[in-house]
């Protein structure tokens, strides 16, 4: 006969016998937090974290300790999801002070899931029903502290995973998976199962998130409210690809880099209905063109390939010293790649203009959705009024180069580690320049993944090109103002590697088959936009081919271009380098 393993809930001691802070019950605890919708959420945390660590050490029956969390709940939702909403937008490596309230916020949930879980336990053993509620709440109250983990590159805290699995495991037992339970904290478009909150969980942590962009983690996250009915566990594991050990502390790991038993504790995570959704959903995106939310074609070909047996890549890592200087985003590597100096200036030959800036009710801005385009500069001066102008030899850019230490090197890039506070923008995915100390040119690389460690943030960045050329970009045969020139890089074409030419450009605005023009120093060039072949929420990197034919002169921006005519090979002038200034 086989013995059942027993379930490991971790639940708070009781040992108090009435609350300080207010009679206990749930009227006067919702009377309590009040208040502390007004305060800043910090603030209002480290207040009501002690208040529910107390529901949960306090002597109480299951249905009034329920009701006592069910009062508080909303409180707490509400004040975590507004810190998150303000963290996100502070650099990866936090102060003190962002610390402590992150951590207070991560263990106010934690305490509040802890509550639920003592109901489960309590109300099991008399049987009550209400059990399978609060093990709902508890799984569903879990999830934001594992996202903000995941969205800050920092490991989930201790033991959730553990946690997670011993609740799932109890519903199995109790044959409570698809009980569903409405969540009025949540803005849920039909209620969520127990087996689908799970679902949710263990796919979310199994998406490879430190390669994901925060945003692109919180629609993820959100989609899988209703992309999780497309998964299931089994408990066949032969040929599996994805493993859920229910004893472990972790999340689900690709079958070939599981170390472990194989028992009646051990699942598969079956995606493959899933990835046939996806698949449809990412070819719809590119026939629209979407690239926002969950339909970001990106984020779905990530997960694509990372809820599939797609191949990772594999490259042996040498151990490295030294220190490489780092500029994020493409507007910064545009700045310093052409030797510091501004957009403006390119477009005249490196020379200073007084540049006339179109009304901004006229002017037409295809980079204003854009990504990342050095913040709402470019939108700001098209919205102006009257006849302004801007002297071009006045600093208008704010790119800061930072100094990283070298951790290891491989063929496809490097493993980097920031000490100090690194810029606000950084995030998996984002465009990087890359150079030695001294040395006045810049390569091309992407954040492929960050983890964040105590006091550091390593990063592994994958190499582009080389070096790159500066120029700017417009659509071609548009009545244009001075705003519609944005930031490029050229990745000139390495014929050794029979690599072609490729254009970098703000994330959202052109397309494949597009025409446009490129201005490199006052010379221009009609190019048509081909294969997408990388998007990020930052960029985005073409094929393009160079196009013949009558010049197309800008109107209403005081720029005047040299067209090449076929005197001067397009090549030549590419193959340059930009000169340190």
């Known amino acids: 006969m086989t013995v059942a393993r027993p379930i490991r809930l971790s639940v708070p001691l009781q040992k108090r016998d009435q609350l300080s802070f207010c009679d206990g019950s749930p009227k006067a605890i919702a009377a309590w937090t009040e208040p502390l919708h007004a305060l800043p959420a910090s603030e ?29 709940r909303p409180v707490v939702w509400f004040l975590c999801t507004r810190l998150a909403r303000s963290t996100l937008t502070r650099p990866l490596l936090l102060d003190a002070k962002e610390q402590t309230a992150l951590a207070n916020a991560q263990s106010l949930q934690t305490q509040l899931a802890a509550g639920y879980k003592l109901v489960v336990a309590q109300a099991l053993k008399s049987g009550q029903s209400l059990a399978s509620t609060a093990l709902h709440r508890a799984l569903s109250d879990l999830g934001p502290t594992l996202l903000r983990a995941l969205q800050l590159y920092t490991p989930a805290p201790a033991r959730l995973w553990e946690q997670l699995h011993q609740l799932y495991y109890l519903a199995e037992r109790k044959g409570l998976l698809d009980h569903a339970v409405p969540d009025p904290v949540q803005q849920q478009s039909r209620p969520l199962s127990i087996r689908n909150l799970y679902l949710r969980l263990l796919l979310l942590g199994c998406a490879r998130p430190n ?8 629609a993820m996250f959100n989609a899988l409210e209703g992309w999780a009915e497309k998964a299931e566990l089994a408990t066949g594991v032969d040929d599996a690809h994805l493993l859920v050990d229910l004893t472990s502390d972790q999340a689900p790991l690709e079958a070939t880099r599981y170390v472990g038993h194989s028992g009646e504790d051990l699942r598969c995570l079956v995606t493959e209905p899933l990835l046939e959704t996806l698949r449809g959903r990412f070819d719809e995106a590119l026939k629209s063109g979407i690239e926002q939310g969950a339909d970001d074609p990106e984020l779905l070909s990530h997960l694509i390939q990372a809820w599939g047996r797609s191949a990772r890549r594999s490259f042996k890592r040498s151990p490295a010293n030294g220190n490489l200087e780092i500029c994020v985003g493409l507007p910064a590597l545009h700045f310093h790649s052409a030797g510091g100096i501004p957009l403006q200036r390119q477009l005249r030959g490196g020379r200073d203009i007084d540049v006339p800036v179109a009304d901004g009710d006229d002017a037409i ?28 030899s006045e600093p ?19 493993g980097l580690i920031w000490q100090s506070r690194p810029d606000a923008g950084l995030q998996a995915g984002e465009l990087v320049g890359l150079r030695t100390p001294g040395d006045p040119y810049w390569s091309v690389a992407v954040v492929r993944w960050c983890r964040n460690v105590p006091g550091e943030l390593r990063l592994g960045v994958e190499l582009l090109a080389p070096r790159a050329a500066s120029a700017c970009v417009r659509p071609l045969g548009q009545q244009t103002a001075w705003n519609a020139w944005g930031p490029a890089l050229v990745l000139p074409e390495v014929g050794a590697l029979s690599q072609p030419p490729y254009l970098i450009t703000p994330s959202g605005s052109f397309a494949p088959g597009q025409k446009v023009i490129l201005n490199r120093y006052g010379t221009g060039f009609r190019a048509r936009l081909q294969v997408l072949e990388r998007a990020s929420h930052g960029f985005a990197e073409y094929r393009f081919e160079e196009l013949g034919g009558q010049r197309d002169v800008p109107q209403d921006t005081g720029i005047e271009v040299e067209y090449l005519d076929g005197e001067t090979h397009f090549d030549e002038v590419w193959s340059r380098r930009d000169s340190p200034r």
């Open 211 to 218: 390669m994901l962009r925060q945003q692109g983690l919180l």
């Open 396 to 414: 208008m850019e704010d790119y800061p180069v930072a100094k990283l230490r070298l951790e290891d090197i491989s063929p496809g890039g490097y």
């Open 44 to 72: 209002a945390i480290a207040t009501l974290l002690p208040a529910v660590t107390e529901l949960g050490q306090c002597r109480a029956a299951p249905e009034l300790r329920f009701e006592q969390l069910e009062a508080v």
């Open 365 to 392: 801005d295809p980079f204003a959705g854009a990504g990342d385009v050095g913040g709402a500069r470019m939108e700001e001066l098209g919205q102006r009024r009257g006849p302004i102008t801007h002297k071009a």
